[in-house]
Structures are given as C-alpha cells and as structure tokens.
C-alpha cells in the first residue's frame, strides 16, 4: 500500500552539483515530507510542505509541490559529500476517522563523488 | 542530545525465541511508531501508539506486540521469532498522533533470525 514513490532510485552526482529527486503519490494529502538517512542511522526529518504551499526553502534545499500531478520534487543545490544518503518521501493517509500515519516511499539513494 | 534511544543495536536471534526490543523518548512526545524497514520494500509500520495507554495495529502487526505503559517507553516484543522477522526496526515519536506530522526516528535495531 505504498503511497509515494520517489524517482530516480539511484542518482550519482559530483559535488557542487544539484542534485533533484521527485516523489509521486496516490491520494489527497495536507502535507508532504522528506526525510535524510544516513546509512546505518534513522531517519531524519528535513522539510514539510503543506497542500496549499508550492514551494518551500530550507537552506540548500528546495521543495516543490504540485497537487494537480500529485507530485513533489526535493532539490539540493550545491551538493557535498555529506549528503550522500537516500532520501525518502512521506505522506499521511488516513486509516480512518481523523486517524492520519504517513506512509513512506521506497527511497532515492544519492551519491555525491568528492 | 534529545531523541530517541533504541537497544539493542543489533542483534542474532533464534528462531522460536522472544525477544523485546527497546525504545526510549525523551522529548514527551504523545505518539510513538515501530516501523520494520527491508530492501525493496521500504519503511512499513507494525504498531503504534497515539497516546500513553493506547496502541494500535499498523500494517504488518502479525508476530509483534507492543505495550505504552507510559510516555516515554514502547517496547516491541516478538512472541515466538521467525526468519522472516529478520530486519532492522525502528522507532519513532511524533508531537502527537494520528495528524500525520513529522517523526523523530531512533538509529533501530538489527535483527537476524536464525
């Protein structure tokens, strides 16, 4: 019952490049996030875009969202080996009432080459 | 710092045998989550808890139990272990549950079942 799905799998850049992923999902959500995981640690949390937002910046990171496609793309600019990790997408869906989980994507796993 | 703490880290397991994996918040979060995350097929949620006092069934509760005796601890118990439990659990907590708000995840548990 995978809600998101991100695109590429696999993305292998230099650094000081842009690095851009995209998430795609099923059904209406109020929110979208993305999260960082390092391998071998959890998941961390990095930005939440809300339904009636387009566009939201966190440092070198770049979130868009458009609900018409059911679509969001996170970008990272100037990239650094630090951010090497794989980057998931997550959505709330109801499993009924008011009861939201989020449900998660399998993932982009990004390389950044010194 | 603040945050989740999980133990073991990892851990080798007999098939058949019970185990009890820990989790630990210290932020007084009223949700907590026990997600298993696999190669291919992402992050899944097992158990939650919106609330101290309650849990509830994710999508893959079968072979797991939980219990919320308090704020801070969520401990997953596996009653009888199966191969098949082979994975690495984590844990999360969010402000509260069932808003689809973001999560705090702890560094999981490695688990193989032999």
């Known amino acids: 019952s995978q809600q998101g799905e991100e695109d590429p799998q696999a993305l292998s850049i230099q650094e000081g490049e842009n690095a851009t992923m995209n998430c795609s999902y099923k059904?209406?959500?109020?929110?979208l996030q993305w999260y960082r995981q390092n391998s071998g640690r959890g998941l961390v949390h990095l930005i939440l875009?809300?339904?009636n937002e387009r566009e939201k910046h966190s440092g070198r990171l770049r979130v868009t969202l458009d609900t018409s496609k059911k679509s969001s793309s996170l970008l990272i600019t100037a990239s650094r080996a630090a951010d090497t990790a794989s980057y998931f997408c997550a959505t709330p869906y109801t499993t009924g009432g008011n009861n939201r989980k989020l449900i998660w994507g399998l993932g982009t796993s990004l390389a950044v080459n010194p | 710092t603040a945050g989740i703490t999980q133990a073991p880290t990892s851990q080798i397991l007999a098939a058949g045998r019970s185990m009890t994996l820990r989790c630990t918040q210290d932020m007084r979060h009223n949700a907590m989550y026990w997600y298993r995350q696999d190669l291919g097929l992402g992050l899944r949620l097992i158990h939650y808890s919106n609330t101290a006092g309650t849990t509830g069934k994710g999508e893959v509760p079968d072979g797991y139990s939980v219990s919320r005796a308090n704020t801070d601890d969520f401990p997953l118990t596996l009653a009888s272990a199966v191969p098949s439990q082979t994975s690495v659990y984590f844990c999360?907590?969010?402000?509260?549950?069932?808003?689809?708000?973001?999560?705090?995840f702890g560094d999981g548990t490695r688990l193989s079942i032999l």
């Open positions: 999360a907590s969010s402000e509260t549950g069932g808003r689809g708000q973001p999560q705090h």
């Open positions: 875009i809300r339904s």
């Open positions: 059904t209406s959500i109020n929110n």
